[in-house]
């Protein structure tokens, strides 16, 4: 992602670490969010234009089997 870093922090969720990074959209003025995490050797990325308590809520619904 190409956009201006606004803030990076990890969050917890079920015992895995997930690095966040919020960006911000300088055309549209939208706040952009990126999710990144390892799970049993592999890595996931989530990413997208949403509200951060909307992301935030995706985030700690995730479920690690």
Same mark, same amino acid.
């Not at 870093?5 to 690095?19: L, S």
């Not at 549209?28 to 949403?50: M, R, W």
């Given at each position: 992602?190409?956009? /201006?870093? %606004?803030?990076? *922090?990890? /969050? ?7 690095? %966040?990074?919020? *960006?911000?959209?300088? /055309? ?5 969010f990126?999710?990144?995490?390892? *799970?049993?050797?592999?890595? *996931?990325?989530?990413?997208?234009? %949403?509200e951060?308590?909307?992301?935030? /809520?995706?985030l ?6």
């Amino acid at each position: 992602i190409e956009d /201006k870093i %606004i803030e990076e *922090y990890t /969050k917890e969720v079920d015992n895995v670490e997930i690095q %966040i990074t919020e *960006y911000s959209i300088e /055309k549209s003025k939208q706040q952009e969010f990126s999710a990144n995490f390892q *799970y049993e050797d592999v890595t *996931y990325i989530l990413t997208g234009i %949403i509200e951060k308590d909307e992301f935030e /809520k995706i985030l700690e619904n995730l479920h690690f089997f």
